[in-house]
């Protein structure tokens, strides 16, 4: 692999390790999702899929679970943005069920998908 991709699969795996440790506790889970975990690396961004763990009714949707992501690695990841909604509801799902918001790691870009 090029060291010049902005994420490769092993640093990748490594994030979602650690964000599974961080939020261990909270009603979520995370997977790899994109060109990191297809080719290996991705030039762009790295995407994450955030799902409620289905044992827990402590989920109340993808702002709350991004509230508790928010809070457990702000010394990590920051820049925070929404980049979908929905303007005929109240709920931030676009029409096909996932949420998707931005922030940065170390000067590149982490996708997240919360999906319900």
Known sequence: MNSKHTWELPEAIGVVRWLDSVCKDDPIHFALGGGALL????????DIIVTPNNTSEDYNG???????IQDKTSDILSGWEQ??????????????????????????????????
């Not at 080719?39 to 790295?46: C, I, K, N």
């Not at 993808?62 to 508790?68: D, E, G, K, L, V």
Request: hydrophobic fraction near 20%.
């Open 39 to 46: 080719r290996g690396y991705s030039d762009s961004h790295l």
């Open 62 to 68: 993808p702002t709350y679970a991004r509230q508790m």
């Open 83 to 116: 980049v979908n909604s929905n303007e005929d509801s109240n709920e931030d799902y676009d029409g096909d069920g996932k949420a998707i918001h931005t922030c940065n790691m170390d000067g590149r870009t982490i996708k997240f998908y919360f999906v319900y």
